[in-house]
């Protein structure tokens, strides 16, 4: 079975924002997007996962699936942040290292109406995930 591409999954998630009319209604679908993101285990809620530049608590976890590919996986305390965190894995966990660091996500989430209204700590902490992302995927 062959796996989706980033260009293809945010295609996706685009059709799926493309129907939510504002800020409320895309609040609400990443909120319940959040609801769905599966929880860590308590032993991996550790310091070296822990996401720096966040105003809420957030873990993240970054695994090699294979040579090429990385699992993602993370947890917010913060409703906002959790349905965030479940859009950035739904993007990139199980894509190809080169893939992810040649995506721009911040153009993606500008397109989808994300971006625009998180506050200033929310949009530095959504940074820091990304940063974490990309810096792992960028490491050999």
Known sequence: ?????????????????????????????????????????????????????????????????????????????????SGLIALLVRLFSGAQRAEITDFDANAFLDKIGVTGALSAQRSNGLASMLTRIKQTAAAS
Request: glycine share 2%; charged share 35%; proline share 4%.
């Open 1 to 81: 079975m062959r796996l989706m591409t980033i260009t293809e999954r945010a295609a996706e998630i685009e059709d799926e924002f493309a129907f939510l009319d504002d800020w409320e209604d895309r609040y609400a679908h990443i909120i319940d997007l959040g609801k769905s993101n599966p929880a860590l285990e308590p032993a991996e809620r550790t310091e070296d996962t822990k996401v720096r530049g966040c105003a809420s608590q957030v873990w993240m976890v970054i695994t090699p699936q294979d040579e090429e590919r990385l699992e993602i996986r993370a947890e917010s305390d913060a409703m906002i942040v």
